[in-house]
């Protein structure tokens, strides 16, 4: 990539708009908790990491779908407010745009319904559109909110072409195609890593152990990021840890799709993968101490910025 040009990301993935309920604690099974506020935000993995790209300097073209309902021409503004292009987002008629449910208590922790809507209809003919834009990409980023045969399609195109293809695995499926891992780095948190290899993936030092066998089912490379214990990376060669950033979390809904995004980015900038996780792990804490999604997604400023003080 010329250094005069900004990175250029393709995102495939989902476009939601969360309903975000604001609580003291989340309600247990069969329990009824009086919530403090509600509060509309446009959101989605893939949209989140859109915006997220954008304010972190990247060129970003948006893959998606949002269907005919009052939420989807809001949806597709607020992208092209923050600088995203919006020109391979179809609307799908007679269809419901994508919408979460996100629960989130004091201490920050999360809980998410999705009703996928539109995202749920992503496919050939979306691919077809988009097949240019993402052989042209220095990265191919996607999640699990939109079919997994167009993860897959999408990743062979992307292969063909030779553009690095970065999968965030989440949510994790209960069905995991072992064609879904032919990628180039795989990004899981813990609980999704667990999911992956059937083993438990608590600590630093589990995660250490199974990251390169993480790897060895597909990807090239392996991040699991592990909240507060930081994060563990295998290169293919070494594995290596990276601590994670202080921050006073408010919300943790979108500090992974903050991470995945800083990882995209400075790796179409060409910065090696320790470096990249640094700069992620950076960002994830910023969204993490900020309320929202794509609200709190942070700039590039402010990320240079902690990088420099911690």
């Known amino acids: 990539m010329s250094e005069t040009r900004r990175a250029r990301i393709a995102v495939l993935g989902s476009i939601n708009m969360d309903l975000m309920i604001r609580s003291a604690k989340l309600p247990l099974p069969g329990e009824t908790v009086i919530a403090d506020a509600k509060v509309e935000n446009p959101g989605g993995k893939g949209a989140n990491q859109a915006v997220a790209a954008a304010r972190?300097?990247?060129?970003?073209?948006?893959?998606?779908?949002?269907?005919?309902?009052?939420?989807?021409?809001?949806?597709?503004?607020?992208?092209?407010?923050e600088g995203v292009q919006t020109q391979l987002i179809s609307r799908k008629r007679e269809t419901t745009s994508g919408v979460a449910v996100v629960m989130v208590e004091t201490s920050g922790e999360n809980a998410i319904l999705v009703v996928p809507g539109a995202n749920g209809?992503?496919?050939?003919?979306?691919?077809?559109?988009?097949?240019?834009?993402?052989?042209?990409?220095?990265?191919?980023?996607?999640?699990l909110e939109v079919p997994v045969e167009t993860v897959i399609a999408a990743a062979s195109i992307a292969r063909e072409a030779g553009v690095p293809v970065i999968l965030d695995p989440a949510p994790a499926p209960a069905h995991f195609p072992a064609e879904l891992l032919d990628v180039d780095?795989?990004?899981?948190?813990?609980?999704?890593?667990?999911?992956?290899?059937?083993?438990s993936v608590a600590s630093v030092e589990e995660a250490k152990a199974l990251v390169s066998t993480l790897a060895q089912q597909g990807p090239r490379r392996?991040?699991?990021?592990?909240?507060?214990?930081?994060?563990?990376?295998?290169?293919?060669?070494?594995?290596?840890?990276?601590?994670?950033?202080?921050?006073?979390?408010?919300?943790?809904?979108?500090?992974?799709?903050a991470f995945a995004a800083g990882l995209a980015v400075r790796l179409a900038?060409?910065?090696?993968?320790?470096?990249?996780?640094?700069?992620?792990?950076?960002?994830?804490?910023?969204?993490?101490?900020?309320?929202?999604?794509?609200?709190?997604?942070?700039?590039?400023?402010?990320?240079?910025?902690?990088?420099?003080?911690?």
Do not use: H, W, Y
Not at 276 to 304: D, K, N
């Open 185 to 199: 780095l795989i990004c899981p948190n813990q609980s999704e890593a667990a999911a992956l290899l059937g083993q």
């Open 56 to 81: 972190m300097g990247a060129e970003v073209t948006m893959i998606g779908c949002v269907g005919d309902d009052s939420f989807a021409e809001e949806l597709v503004q607020n992208l092209e407010a």
């Open 269 to 310: 900038e060409q910065a090696d993968l320790k470096e990249a996780v640094r700069f992620a792990s950076a960002a994830g804490a910023l969204a993490a101490s900020g309320a929202g999604a794509q609200s709190a997604m942070p700039t590039r400023e402010q990320i240079e910025t902690l990088l420099t003080r911690q």
């Open 222 to 257: 392996a991040i699991i990021t592990l909240a507060d214990q930081g994060a563990v990376i295998f290169d293919g060669e070494r594995v290596e840890t990276v601590a994670a950033f202080e921050v006073d979390a408010v919300d943790s809904t979108a500090a992974g799709d």
């Open 121 to 143: 209809l992503v496919g050939p003919a979306e691919l077809e559109q988009a097949r240019q834009v993402i052989c042209d990409s220095d990265v191919l980023l996607m999640q």
